[in-house]
């Protein structure tokens, strides 16, 4: 454990922007051997609906893959397809052997099921991770995309010299996007992992004695400033990744005031977020290599 486990006052701040920057350097590096391999990295995208929000992380995530060199095919469906369209869609991004990975934002319109059409994508192409059979991968230990919030946090922790293994961790949530598969992230047999997780939730109604223990506590609830100081153990390590929005403003799980008893924390912006989009890019790279059998 760093050095932030052993003192108290204002924590350390632990921001992902240079854990992105470095995996998207890697990124950037892998697509131009590949493409000197003469494979062309295809990242597809689909939107389905007029969300303006969704749009906007579309359009961030497209210039991010040009910027890296990757071609970005686009479907958008208007807000009135039917699920069978998106299938449709999917389908024909799984057999076209240019396309190596595939992105469905999320959320889709009420009527629309994302799950479902989550298990009609090739699991090879899923750079979300987030397909049935790559959860099934990341609890075996098996390679594969592995999904991308958990995996930024994982990076954002070795980058910045907290070891969890052999610690405790607690994670607050066991929702399928950060809490579940953080778990089974953390307790992998690896260097940078090998953690003793505790995954607390509703139904653990005294989770902040949980918590209180956590020399690594990471917040995945959703529900704005749930995570107080007399939750935190002084000197440990707070990682915010739950967040809500309120229109275009963002509510953390993690108050600030964590800040004077952690050791340290990741900053209420610029934290989890940044590592979460640099890990789709080492997914999509994932899947060119996979697809060209490198
Ligand atoms: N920063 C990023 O880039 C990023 C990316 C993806 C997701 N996220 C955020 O991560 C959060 C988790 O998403 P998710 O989809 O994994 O989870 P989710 O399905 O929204 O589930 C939330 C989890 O938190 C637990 N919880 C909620 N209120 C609680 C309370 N009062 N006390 C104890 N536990 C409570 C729930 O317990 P039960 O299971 O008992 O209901 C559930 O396990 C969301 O806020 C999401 O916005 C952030």
Redesign the pocket.
Known sequence: MSSSMDSVGVARLLPGGPVADRVLGEVAAEVVALRAAGVTPSLATVLVGDDDASAGYIRIKQRQAAELGFVSPHVRLPASASQVDLHRVIEDFNADRGVHGVLVQHPVPGGLDYGRALQVLDPDKDVDGMHPVNLGRLALGLPGPVP??PA?IEALLAFHGVSVAGREVVV?????????PLAMLLAQKRSTTNAAVTV?????AD?PRFARRAEVLVA????PG?VRPEHVRPGAVVV?????YAGRRLLP?VDPSCARVAGAITPRVG???P???AMLFRNAVGAVRRAVGG
């Open positions: 991308c919030t930024g607050l949530g066991r929702g399928a996007t950060l809490g579940r607390v939730h509703t139904g653990v989770w995945a609830a959703g529900v749930i915010g990744g739950g967040v809500r799980d934290g989890v977020g590592t979460t989009v």
